[in-house]
């Protein structure tokens, strides 16, 4: 009998499921498997992103282990799944309490409470809720209107929602993810590491703010150098990827964990996604000394007047020094675009692909997905403000890899055509090397 299982639900979209299974274990789960582990609850996890992993594996699964409580993540798109999940746990035993968390639900709780087969809501952070809810399910207490951050169905289905939960200050008392308790060899990037939360920037279609607080919270470099061994000591990883939104918010920071990687055996390597106002060409080269071989670059937009609008705050010449200092220094370097923008015309999208070759023409690789208005979003809150019109209701169709909205100057066909040709454009264009 396991007193807590686990499930990370699986993308609906292919393609999606596809890269996601390909990056790395599901921190948030890893996280919380490892503050319950800590405390002494029996545990254990699915993520049903890894390949042949399907429903009746979680079935059977729940039948033979028992548990007492079945936690489910979920981002929007894989919501719909998220429900069958629990769905599953319930007919297995009604007695099972199933309680659900991610950015997702975080925004749409009493949504979510009113499907049957959802006990709890746990919004924002879940590490400290999680084992709080625990204590109280399996030990008795504390009670449950005590628990700050969760949402939750009492007697007659009554839906209450109890204050929210402070965010974690101090990262470093969190123990190292559970990894152990997932399969790490399907993974392409195992080692992927989580060394702040926070946002500090306000970008309309970003939900990060708003999960996980403007403030930049950070663990200090020595604890994330301590991760870096242990990995390399635990399962011989020596490729890492740090999953932080900005992962080069302070300077100082970076330049401390690069020292202390550099002290390290010389084959580590590494990467991270980045701003282009965060880092100079001394961060990079330091970055490129301390083992790093690629960034990512979020640069949304070709368009300045579209990249004021939704509050980027940064500049097309930004991108342009820091892709040339970037490839100058012999990192690998990918920038990302989004389709459409709330104030998009094809005169600005135009702007997009041409500065999309620009980049390549510099030594970047560029890619390009469908802007989505996740909840708790701005773009979301504010669409109808925005002059933008969400096409489905089906949380199965936000995803990346088709359109969902139409704005006041694209229709939908537009937007369909605009980028079949910035995709069919820019594969003529790219160098010939780095084509599939």
Same mark, same amino acid.
């Given at each position: ?41 029996? !545990? ?23 548990? /007492? ?15 069958? /999940?629990? +769905? ?17 639900? #975080? ?21 400290? #809720? *999680? ?20 949402? &939750? ?5 009554? /839906? ?28 392409? $990037?195992?080692?992927?590491? %989580? ?11 970003? %939900?990060?703010?708003?999960? @996980? ?10 604890? !994330?150098?301590?991760? /870096? ?40 390597? @590494? ?6 106002? #965060? ?8 970055? +490129? ?9 979020? !640069? ?55 500065? *999309?070759?620009?980049? !390549? ?8 997905? $469908?802007?989505?208005? &996740?909840?708790?979003? &701005? ?15 089906? @949380? ?38 780095? +084509?599939?």
């Amino acid at each position: 009998m396991t007193d807590i299982l686990l499930v990370n639900s699986a993308l609906k979209d292919p393609y999606a499921l596809y890269r996601r299974h390909r990056s790395g274990p599901p921190l948030g789960l890893a996280y919380i498997a490892a503050v319950l582990l800590e405390n002494g609850f029996s !545990v254990s996890a699915v993520d049903m992103n890894v390949p042949f992993i399907d429903f009746e594996y979680v079935r059977k699964k729940i039948e033979r282990e028992e548990p /007492i409580i079945v936690g489910i993540s979920a981002c929007t798109e894989a919501y719909s799944n998220a429900l069958r /999940i629990a +769905k599953i746990a319930k007919e297995v035993n009604p007695e099972i309490v199933t309680v659900v968390g991610g950015p997702h639900v #975080t925004f749409t709780p009493i949504d979510t409470l009113r499907n049957k087969e959802i006990d709890i809501v746990v919004r924002g952070e879940g590490e400290i #809720t *999680m084992l709080e809810l625990a204590d109280h399910f399996i030990k008795g207490s504390p009670p449950i209107e005590k628990i700050l951050g969760i949402s &939750y169905k009492a007697e007659r289905d009554i /839906i209450y929602s109890n204050a929210d939960r402070p965010f974690i200050h101090d990262l470093d008392r969190l123990p190292f993810p559970a990894r152990h308790l997932f399969p790490l060899r399907f993974y392409q $990037f195992p080692g992927n590491i %989580s060394t702040s939360r926070g946002c500090p920037y306000n970008c309309i279609f970003c %939900s990060a703010s708003a999960m @996980w607080g403007r403030k930049y919270r950070t663990r200090t470099p020595k604890n !994330v150098i301590k991760e /870096i061994i242990y990995l390399v000591e635990k399962y011989g990883i020596r490729s890492f990827t740090f999953v932080d939104d900005t992962f080069t918010v302070s300077r100082r920071r970076t330049y401390e964990i690069c020292e202390l990687i550099k002290a390290l055996t010389p084959d580590i390597k @590494w990467q991270c996604s980045t701003r282009v106002d #965060t880092v100079t060409e001394g961060t990079l080269s330091e970055m +490129k000394n301390a083992g790093c071989y690629a960034i990512t670059l979020g !640069v949304e937009s070709g368009c300045q007047r579209i990249l004021d609008e939704i509050r980027k705050g940064i500049t097309l010449d930004q991108v342009r020094r820091v892709v040339r200092c970037a490839v100058k220094l012999g990192l690998e370097v990918y920038c990302s675009f989004m389709l459409p923008h709330p104030g998009d015309t094809i005169e600005t999208v135009k702007e997009t692909k041409d500065f *999309m070759k620009e980049l !390549v023409q510099l030594g970047a690789m560029v890619t390009l997905a $469908f802007t989505v208005p &996740y909840p708790g979003t &701005y773009l979301y809150n504010n669409a109808k403000a925005l002059g933008i019109r969400i096409l489905s209701k089906n @949380w199965d169709d936000f995803t990346a890899t088709k359109p969902i909205i139409s704005t006041k100057h694209l229709s939908v066909t537009q937007i369909k055509n605009l980028y079949k040709e910035i995709v069919s454009d820019m594969y003529d264009f790219m160098p010939h090397n780095l +084509k599939p």
